[in-house]
Structure formats: structure tokens, C-alpha cells
């Protein structure tokens, strides 16, 4: 139910904006986010945004990405600016039970580069 696009590989310092389109109304989950997983290591939350709207950032991320949420479009972005070789990882969206969707749902991950 969610599909995640726009990673890619970039030089430290660049820029890349992360999508994850769900394919049904983002009204029915709870908060949705993204998380990463580097090679040997566990994954871990990267942004996350609350169905209130709360934000919550990794701290390795923090000032440097920004999370949004577009209902109409039923789509979580991730702008992702002053990469670092350390962000690289598979990005992988999630979206967490609502009051429609009893699941915790994960798309299909997406493959960030940052070269040195």
C-alpha cells in the first residue's frame, strides 16, 4: 500500500527528496514516517509525523531533513539536504495503525547514496 521513490546516489552535501505515495486515504493510518537501515545495521526511525501533526527527528538528521504530509495527495515526503556519507541506507516508509488500517505498514525501501 505505500511505495516509496527518489532515492538515488549524491555527493556529500547534496540534496534528495524521498516520496512515499500510498495507494489508499492516509486518513486511515496513525503517524507515518521513514525509517533507514544501513548495511549491519538495525533500522532505525529517521521522521516520523503524528496524525496531530507532531514531528519527530532522529537526532543525526535533525535541522538537516524535513518531513511533510499531504492528505489530498496521500503522500509523506522527505527533503533530505547536507547529506553525509553516514545517511546512506535503504529508506523505507512506514505507516502505523489508524483508525482505519489495522496494520503496521512498511513500502518497499529506497536505496540513498552519499558519496564522499
Known amino acids: 500500500q505505500l511505495q516509496a521513490s527518489g532515492g538515488g546516489l549524491v555527493q556529500t552535501g547534496g540534496s534528495l527528496r524521498l516520496s512515499c505515495a500510498a495507494s489508499?486515504?492516509?486518513?486511515?493510518?496513525?503517524?507515518m514516517g521513514w525509517y533507514r537501515q544501513a548495511p549491519g545495521k538495525q533500522r532505525e526511525l529517521v521522521a516520523r509525523?503524528?496524525?496531530?501533526?507532531?514531528?519527530t527527528y532522529a537526532d543525526s538528521v535533525k535541522g538537516r531533513f524535513t518531513i511533510s504530509r499531504d492528505r489530498v495527495k496521500s503522500t509523506v515526503d522527505l527533503q533530505m539536504s547536507s547529506l553525509k556519507p553516514e545517511d546512506t541506507a535503504v529508506y523505507y516508509c512506514?505507516?502505523?495503525?489508524?483508525?482505519?488500517?489495522?496494520?503496521?505498514?512498511w513500502g518497499q525501501g529506497t536505496q540513498v547514496t552519499v558519496s564522499s
Open positions: 512506514n505507516a502505523e495503525r489508524g483508525a482505519v488500517f489495522s496494520g503496521n505498514y
Open positions: 489508499v486515504n492516509i486518513f486511515g493510518f496513525g503517524a
Open positions: 509525523i503524528s496524525v496531530g501533526g507532531r514531528i
